[in-house]
C-alpha cells in the first residue's frame, strides 16, 4: 500500500509540475541569457542553471496553488469532458483522484520555500538587484490565483502572466548574467511577455464555460468568446510591432528575424475566428500559438547571439 501510495503521488507530482510547459519559462531565460553574451560577452552557466531551478521551482509552486484554487472554487470540476484538452482545464491532478488538497497544498509549500531559498542565495552572492525581481515573481505567482487577491478570477491574469514570463524572467536573467538592464533586453522580453500572454488567452476559450460558471473573470469571460478573437489578433500585432524598433535601438537587423512567425499567426487567427465554439477544430489555433512563442524565442536567440559579430 505504501508503494502505491508513493507512486500514486510521484506520478500526480509530475503532471503537476508538467515539465512540457516549462518552455515558458525556458524561452525567456535562453533569451535573456543570449542576449547578455551576445552584446556584452558575459555567460555563466553556473548562475544560470541556479535561476533556472528557482523559476521551475516557482512553476511547479504556481501550478500547485491554482490547482487547489481552482478545484475549491468549482471551476475544474465544472469542465465537461468534451472541453478538457491538453491545453486547459488545470493539470487534473485533483480531480482525477492522482493528488489529495492536501499533498497539492504541501507541495506548493515546498516548491515555493525552496525557490524563495534560492532566491536568497543568488540575491546575496551573485546580484543584489535581482532580488525585487525574484519578490515580484514570487508575490505574483502566489496571488495569481490565491484568495483573497486571484488576480486570474479578476482580469489580471493575462497582464500577470505576460509580465511575469516576459520581462521579469528576460530581464531577471540579464541582470544576473551582466549586473544590469539593458533597453535591448525590455523590449525583448516585451515580444515574449505578449506572446506568452497570448498563450494564455487561446487557451481559455476551452475553459469559458466552467470559467463562467465559477466566476473566474478572465478577459476572455467578460469579453465573450468573439470579441476576444479580435484582442488575441492584437496582442500579436504588439507583439511583432516591437520588432523593428529593437532593431533600431540595437542596430541589428536580424532582430526582424521573428517576424518570420506572423504568418503562423495569421494562421491561428483565422483558425480562432472560425472555431471559437468548435473546441477540437480549436485547439489548432493553441498549438499554433505556442509554436509561434517558441519559433520567436528560437530567434531572438539568433538574432541575440549574431549581435557579438555584427
Known amino acids: 500500500m505504501y508503494k502505491n501510495n508513493w507512486s500514486r503521488f510521484w506520478k500526480g507530482f509530475w503532471q503537476l509540475a508538467d515539465p512540457k510547459i ?39 509552486g504556481k501550478n500547485a496553488i491554482n490547482e487547489v484554487v481552482d478545484y475549491k472554487s468549482g471551476v475544474d470540476t465544472f469542465v465537461t469532458p468534451d472541453k478538457r484538452t491538453p491545453f486547459s482545464g ?36 551573485r546580484e543584489p538587484a535581482v532580488f525585487w525581481i525574484g519578490v515580484a515573481g514570487f508575490i505574483l505567482s502566489v496571488v495569481y490565483s490565491l484568495p483573497p487577491i486571484k488576480l486570474c478570477y479578476r482580469g489580471f491574469g ?7 514570463f516576459g520581462p521579469l524572467v528576460t530581464c531577471g536573467t540579464y541582470l544576473v548574467q551582466t549586473h544590469r538592464i539593458t533597453i535591448e533586453a525590455v523590449l525583448a522580453s516585451l515580444i515574449l511577455g505578449f506572446l506568452i500572454a497570448n498563450v494564455l488567452w487561446i487557451n481559455q476559450f476551452p475553459d469559458y464555460e466552467a470559467d463562467l460558471k465559477g466566476n473566474k473573470r478572465n478577459w476572455v469571460v467578460r469579453l465573450g468568446k468573439k470579441r476576444a478573437t479580435s484582442v488575441y489578433f492584437a496582442i500579436f500585432i504588439a507583439a511583432f510591432t516591437v520588432c523593428p524598433i529593437l532593431v533600431l535601438v540595437s542596430k541589428n537587423l536580424l532582430f526582424l528575424l521573428p517576424l518570420c512567425a506572423f504568418p503562423i499567426a495569421w494562421e491561428a487567427v483565422k483558425v480562432a475566428k472560425l472555431y471559437y465554439n468548435d473546441i477540437p477544430n480549436l485547439i489548432k489555433a493553441n498549438v499554433k500559438t505556442v509554436q509561434i512563442y517558441q519559433l520567436t524565442g528560437l530567434m531572438l536567440i539568433i538574432g541575440a547571439l549574431f549581435s557579438k559579430f555584427l
Open 22 to 60: 516549462w518552455i515558458a519559462s525556458t524561452v525567456p531565460m535562453a533569451v535573456g541569457a543570449a542576449l547578455a553574451y551576445g552584446l556584452e560577452g558575459k555567460f555563466s552557466l553556473y548562475w544560470l542553471l541556479w535561476s533556472a531551478v528557482g523559476v521551475y521551482l516557482i512553476e511547479i
Open 158 to 164: 493575462e497582464i500577470t502572466v505576460g509580465l511575469t
Open 90 to 125: 488545470g493539470k487534473k491532478t485533483i480531480v482525477d483522484g492522482i493528488l489529495t488538497l492536501s499533498e497539492a497544498k504541501a507541495i506548493a509549500w515546498v516548491t515555493m520555500t525552496l525557490a524563495g531559498l534560492i532566491g536568497i542565495y543568488i540575491a546575496l552572492t
